[in-house]
């Protein structure tokens, strides 16, 4: 399965496929599988001789597991970044006021919220709806290459 993206990608390695949610006291087994200590034993439950892997379907003679460290401390990494990491790009706020940037100030070049704009930073600037302002942009782009190649 690949992921849409880094954070996703690391969200999916950091994570049991039995239960689908972050490794908690990973294990790895033979084959080289990882999963959860208490997912992969509920999964062996009442087995006794044979041991298949849930993910290869290996099977093996002993419940040989083998606590992994590094992928738990990873796991941790991956869980702080997911509750630290940046919102996503269609709810950019104003980091100032954390409100939505729905404006554009043409004077400052920039994205600004609607309390910005109240401001006395842009109170005199001339401000416009960020999709006419991209709108603008993209007219003035066509014009100006169509400039280069005549």
């Known amino acids: 399965m690949a992921a849409a993206n880094p954070s996703e990608s690391l969200r999916h390695e950091a994570s049991c496929s039995i239960c689908l949610d972050y490794f908690t006291d990973p294990v790895t087994t033979d084959c080289g599988h990882n999963f959860c200590r208490s997912c992969i034993t509920q999964s062996w439950e009442g087995r006794d001789t044979v041991f298949p892997c849930p993910q290869c379907r290996k099977r093996s003679r002993q419940r040989n597991l083998r606590s992994n460290r590094q992928l738990a401390n990873m796991t941790e990494m991956v869980k702080k970044l997911s509750q630290t990491s940046v919102r996503p790009k269609e709810e ?29 930073d842009h109170k005199s600037h001339t401000v416009i709806p960020i999709e006419e302002a991209a709108e603008e942009y993209k007219v003035n782009e066509v014009s100006r290459t169509r400039g280069c190649f005549y």
């Open 92 to 120: 950019n706020l104003c980091e100032k006021h954390e409100e939505k940037l729905k404006l554009f100030c043409e004077e400052d070049q920039k994205i600004i919220c609607l309390i910005c704009k109240e401001s006395r």
